[in-house]
């Protein structure tokens, strides 16, 4: 199918779910995310910040810029302009990092963030522990932020076809957000997001109550592992 038609499907399977699509668009071309926007989509993940730097300059300023590769702290002033959201805060340094470029641009939106809770069997993977997210939200660091707004957590399963362990992974997930939104935000309706779910498996993170999936290959085809 083409581009276009892969997004009208996702729009389709999704309608009556709350989970929202993310097509990541790492390593693909500007003309085949121009597909994807003229087909409706406006939520666009990258891995990269200098790939979403480039595309961010030749693409409509409307999209929802996602970041959801791993985040070096002296790379966040160069996205902080204009992203929507940053899936991959795996650390406090991280966050102040992002609260600090926030508040010196002045946004007039706080910067959505969202928690990296390790949830995986691979040391590749980035995240922080259950513990780790906890300590982060009880510290004075956190609590004296005003530019950032968490919105949720992410996660990133094991690579693997075992649908028994991928289920046990992503129920953790939903089990860690709904024991963090009861503890820190019972009364704040912007945590809401449980980000997990990708091409493979995306089906099953619904069922476990994602709410927000991260579909590449199944939206725009092999990766290009050249870039």
């Not at 966040?76 to 010196?104: C, G, M, W």
């Not at 289920?167 to 980000?195: G, H, M, V, W």
């Amino acid at each position: 199918m083409s581009i276009s038609n892969n997004i009208r499907y996702f729009d389709e399977k999704l309608k009556a779910t709350d989970c929202r699509l993310v097509a990541v668009s790492k390593t693909h071309p500007v003309e085949n995310i121009k597909e994807a926007y003229e087909a409706g989509q406006r939520l666009f993940g990258e891995n990269k910040v200098q790939e979403l730097m480039e595309k961010y300059e030749h693409l409509p300023h409307d999209i929802n810029w996602h970041l959801i590769g791993h985040l070096q702290t002296n790379k966040v002033k160069y996205i902080a302009p204009f992203v929507d959201t940053i899936q991959s805060v795996d650390s406090l340094k991280l966050l102040k990092e992002i609260n600090k470029r926030s508040e010196q641009l002045n946004r007039t939106s706080p910067i959505n963030c969202m928690l990296q809770i390790s949830i995986a069997d691979e040391d590749t993977k980035f995240g922080m522990s259950y513990d780790e997210a906890v300590a982060l939200l009880q510290s004075e660091e956190y609590r004296n932020m005003n530019y950032i707004r968490i919105t949720g957590v992410m996660g990133i399963a094991t690579n693997t076809e075992d649908i028994n362990k991928l289920r046990k992974e992503f129920r953790y997930l939903r089990e860690c957000f709904e024991q963090l939104k009861e503890t820190f935000f019972f009364a704040n309706p912007d945590f809401q997001e449980i980000s997990m779910g990708m091409t493979s498996d995306w089906e099953l993170a619904i069922e476990e109550g994602s709410t927000m999936i991260r579909v590449g290959s199944g939206i725009f085809g092999a990766r290009d592992y050249s870039k």
